[in-house]
């Protein structure tokens, strides 16, 4: 019924154990499809890239999976269960966390507090606790400064603890996202261009990082990059989106020589 | 000899430790305000000021502090634009002079501590009701719909007679005065003990994981949803608190200072007056907000001292008769303003660049 379909090749829900099914998802801004009806999977315990020229809809992707947006069609599951339509509070207590293209810096937080605010439902976060139970409050929080430490550790930077967070170089706040990101122990991580202006010393040291916690804690990861060379090493598989749509979904190589990619890198001599 | 002497000296050295662990702002703020201070215990001291009327002031001080620490919460902790901090006043003042006053149209003379609990209530009630369908918006709309909302309170009060009497406005509301001995020391005692509950009260929400999330929204608030808090509810909570606060403020007003309110009372520009005490002060502290609220009672009410003072010496009474006071008060607010933007952003008492409870970072050590 609908033309595109005929040339829809890529995107396979044909997975051993998806942790996150996209179905289908449509959405539109006045007359421009920015998804239009895109359908991947991601593996449970995969790094997949997600990966497309500008204004191919990566970020709208992210977007309406987080329920930042609402989609105008189709589904969005983690696991086994609906998402679409949820808040993006809601989604995020599911266990799906995403970061953002471009952090904006926390004024009057530091660092460590920066990711102290983090795990979601704190007993603390409630007000009355605050007077009727005081000391599970802060043995609560004393808990998770505990685990900001590992995390700072973890990541390298340690010495950063006590910073005021505005007072971070573009490469650290990268680093702080993704601890800030690890101290809600997610399932699913979305990251929207986690090396976008890092210097290439510190993009290693993302990479490694990131294969770290797919490795060592579990963490799924769904990964936007530009930065071809970071993301052909790091993810697998990768799927392509090209004017709102999956246009193949494959290994590194494979998308790699696959002409309908050049051409849509190109400049749309798909037709 | 050395016990004797490391007894004298110990709460001396813990003074000066104290003193040298402030910051450069803390000990400006804390030299100005003794300065300050002992002015006003000077003038006292040899009558120009006369003591029932320090303590007025102090008690008006202690009135506003409450209101500068309420919006401190929305805005200072949340990032929430309020321009209806003098309704929220007005609804706490009226609700307790309806419910209690003998000559109230509505006749029912309760205790005051009904007052209190009307207040908080009605006040809680219409917070949240502006609040739901603006909260959800961007932040413009709220301070647009409580630019609105403080009119309409206002209208409202002025035009339904039979709650209200109208811009006649509600006299005989039960007084302190008419229960104890010196009504003014017990009024600014009461207010002193408010605004210390308040204090303690918001200063241990701020160092919580509570106030940590309002911080993030106020950053950014899509970066909170992201971590999974329901912004929406944070964001509530801290306009109905900090509203209930401005609201006691009302009724600490009409059983403390005045036991008359009117629809004049109601003035928009006393909200912002509340607003540039916290700017002022330092958006976000809530010391800051105390220096703030005494700051307002000072701009408000010195430049009519100043004058009935100066009138009072011959030589230039025919010039200083001449000038308006209400245009001087604005005056001065504006080059408060300049001064404060100019040289300092952040107040005169930013907030602390971290906020965790000490309890949770003794529990570590």
Same mark, same amino acid.
Request: hydrophobic share 45%.
């Given at each position: 019924?609908?033309?595109?379909?005929?040339?829809?090749?890529?995107?396979?829900?044909q997975k051993e154990d998806p942790l996150l099914r996209v179905e289908d998802l449509r959405k539109t801004f006045g007359?421009?499809?920015?998804?239009?009806?895109?359908?991947?999977?991601?593996?449970?315990?995969?790094?997949?890239?997600?990966?497309? *020229?500008?204004?191919?809809?990566?970020?709208?992707?992210?977007?309406?999976?987080?329920?930042?947006?609402?989609?105008?069609?189709?589904?969005?599951?983690?696991?086994?269960?609906?998402?679409?339509?949820?808040?993006?509070?809601?989604?995020?207590?599911?266990?799906?966390?995403?970061?953002?293209?471009? %952090?904006?810096?926390?004024?009057?937080?530091?660092?460590?507090?920066?990711?102290?605010?983090? %795990?979601?439902?704190?007993?603390?976060?409630?007000?009355? *606790?605050?007077?009727?139970?005081?000391?599970?409050?802060?043995?609560?929080?004393?808990?998770?400064?505990?685990?900001?430490?590992?995390?700072?550790?973890?990541?390298?930077?340690?010495?950063?603890?006590?910073?005021?967070? %505005?007072?971070?170089?573009?490469?650290?706040?990268?680093? &702080?996202?993704?601890?800030?990101?690890?101290?809600?122990? *997610?399932?699913?991580?979305?990251?929207?261009? %986690?090396?976008?202006?890092?210097? *290439?010393?510190?993009?290693?040291?993302?990479?490694?990082?990131?294969?770290?916690?797919?490795?060592?804690?579990?963490?799924?990861?769904?990964?936007?990059?530009?930065?071809?060379?970071?993301?052909?090493?790091?993810?697998?598989?990768?799927?392509?989106?090209?004017?709102?749509?999956?246009?193949?979904?494959?290994?590194?190589?494979?998308?790699?020589?696959?002409?309908?990619? &050049?051409?849509?890198?190109?400049?749309?001599?798909?037709? | 000899?050395?016990?004797?002497?490391?007894?004298?000296?110990? =709460?001396?050295?813990? @003074?000066?430790?104290?003193?040298?662990?402030?910051?450069?702002?803390?000990?400006?703020?804390?030299?100005?305000?003794?300065?300050?201070?002992?002015?006003?215990?000077?003038? !006292?001291?040899?009558?120009?000021?006369?003591? !029932?009327?320090?303590?007025? +002031?102090?008690? +008006?001080?202690?009135?506003?502090?409450?209101?500068?620490?309420?919006?401190? /919460?929305?805005?200072?902790?949340?990032?929430?634009?309020?321009?209806?901090?003098?309704?929220?006043?007005?609804?706490?003042?009226?609700?307790?002079?309806? /419910?209690?006053?003998?000559?109230?149209? +509505?006749?029912?003379?309760?205790?005051?501590?009904?007052? #209190?609990?009307?207040?908080?209530?009605? $006040?809680?009630?219409?917070?949240?009701?502006?609040?739901?369908?603006?909260?959800?918006?961007?932040?413009?709309?709220?301070a647009i719909a409580t630019l609105g909302f403080a009119e309409i309170v206002r209208m409202v009060i002025n035009n339904?007679?039979?709650?209200?009497?109208?811009?006649?406005?509600?006299?005989?509301? =039960?007084?302190v005065a008419e229960w104890v001995e010196s009504p003014d020391l017990v009024s600014f005692l009461t207010i002193a +003990?408010?605004?210390?509950?308040?204090?303690?009260?918001?200063?241990?929400?701020?160092?919580?994981?509570?106030?940590?999330?309002?911080? @993030?929204?106020?950053?950014?608030?899509?970066?909170?949803?992201?971590?999974?808090?329901? !912004?929406?509810?944070?964001?509530?909570?801290?306009?109905?608190?900090?509203?209930?606060?401005?609201?006691?403020?009302?009724?600490?007003? #009409?059983?403390?200072?005045? =036991?008359?309110?009117?629809?004049?009372?109601?003035?928009?520009?006393?909200?912002?007056?509340?607003?540039?005490?916290?700017?002022?002060?330092?958006?976000?502290?809530?010391?800051?907000?105390?220096?703030?609220?005494?700051?307002? /009672?000072?701009?408000?009410?010195?430049?009519?001292?100043?004058?009935?003072?100066?009138?009072?010496?011959?030589?230039?009474?025919?010039?200083?008769?001449?000038?308006?006071?209400?245009?001087?008060?604005?005056?001065?607010?504006?080059?408060?303003?300049?001064?404060?933007?100019?040289?300092?952003?952040?107040?005169?008492?930013? =907030?602390?660049?971290?906020?965790?409870?000490?309890?949770?970072?003794?529990?570590? $050590?």
């Amino acid at each position: 019924m609908n033309e595109s379909e005929l040339d829809y090749e890529g995107g396979d829900l044909q997975k051993e154990d998806p942790l996150l099914r996209v179905e289908d998802l449509r959405k539109t801004f006045g007359g421009v499809v920015a998804a239009d009806d895109a359908t991947f999977a991601v593996e449970r315990g995969s790094i997949t890239g997600l990966i497309g *020229p500008n204004g191919a809809g990566k970020s709208t992707l992210f977007n309406l999976i987080s329920g930042f947006y609402e989609p105008d069609g189709g589904a969005v599951y983690l696991g086994d269960e609906e998402i679409t339509g949820m808040r993006p509070d809601q989604i995020a207590q599911k266990g799906l966390i995403r970061t953002f293209q471009t %952090p904006r810096k926390l004024e009057g937080m530091t660092v460590r507090e920066s990711l102290l605010v983090a %795990p979601a439902g704190q007993r603390g976060e409630s007000l009355l *606790p605050l007077w009727t139970s005081p000391s599970s409050v802060t043995a609560q929080e004393d808990e998770l400064l505990d685990r900001a430490e590992d995390l700072l550790s973890f990541f390298e930077i340690d010495h950063l603890a006590t910073e005021p967070s %505005p007072e971070l170089s573009g490469g650290q706040l990268k680093l &702080v996202e993704l601890a800030r990101a690890m101290m809600t122990d *997610p399932d699913v991580l979305l990251l929207d261009e %986690p090396v976008a202006g890092v210097n *290439p010393v510190l993009e290693e040291k993302l990479a490694e990082h990131i294969r770290r916690l797919n490795e060592e804690q579990g963490v799924t990861v769904l990964l936007i990059e530009h930065d071809m060379e970071f993301i052909m090493d790091l993810a697998d598989p990768i799927v392509v989106l090209d004017q709102g749509r999956v246009l193949v979904e494959g290994t590194p190589e494979a998308v790699r020589t696959d002409d309908r990619v &050049v051409d849509a890198y190109l400049g749309g001599v798909a037709e | 000899m050395t016990d004797g002497q490391s007894f004298l000296q110990s =709460p001396i050295g813990a @003074t000066r430790g104290w003193w040298d662990d402030l910051e450069t702002e803390e000990r400006n703020t804390i030299v100005g305000l003794a300065v300050f201070g002992g002015l006003l215990l000077a003038a !006292t001291a040899v009558g120009i000021l006369n003591p !029932t009327y320090l303590l007025y +002031l102090l008690t +008006l001080a202690g009135m506003f502090t409450l209101m500068t620490l309420g919006l401190n /919460v929305q805005w200072g902790y949340t990032g929430l634009v309020n321009f209806s901090v003098i309704a929220f006043w007005g609804i706490g003042a009226y609700s307790a002079a309806m /419910v209690t006053a003998e000559r109230s149209p +509505l006749g029912w003379e309760l205790h005051p501590v009904w007052g #209190v609990v009307v207040a908080v209530v009605a $006040s809680a009630l219409l917070a949240t009701l502006i609040a739901v369908p603006t909260l959800r918006l961007r932040a413009d709309y709220l301070a647009i719909a409580t630019l609105g909302f403080a009119e309409i309170v206002r209208m409202v009060i002025n035009n339904e007679r039979a709650y209200t009497n109208g811009s006649a406005g509600i006299p005989g509301i =039960p007084s302190v005065a008419e229960w104890v001995e010196s009504p003014d020391l017990v009024s600014f005692l009461t207010i002193a +003990l408010l605004v210390a509950v308040v204090y303690l009260v918001l200063r241990r929400a701020q160092l919580s994981p509570w106030g940590r999330v309002q911080r @993030t929204i106020r950053a950014d608030e899509d970066l909170a949803q992201a971590l999974g808090k329901n !912004t929406f509810r944070f964001k509530l909570q801290s306009f109905v608190l900090g509203s209930v606060i401005m609201a006691l403020a009302g009724v600490a007003y #009409v059983h403390l200072i005045t =036991p008359l309110i009117t629809p004049t009372g109601l003035e928009p520009i006393r909200t912002f007056y509340v607003w540039i005490g916290i700017i002022l002060g330092g958006s976000g502290s809530n010391r800051g907000a105390v220096v703030g609220g005494l700051t307002i /009672v000072a701009i408000r009410q010195a430049p009519s001292f100043i004058r009935n003072q100066l009138l009072n010496v011959p030589a230039i009474a025919p010039y200083v008769s001449e000038i308006n006071v209400g245009a001087l008060r604005l005056f001065l607010v504006g080059v408060l303003v300049i001064l404060i933007v100019r040289y300092r952003s952040s107040g005169l008492l930013p =907030p602390k660049r971290e906020h965790i409870w000490s309890k949770t970072l003794e529990d570590r $050590s």
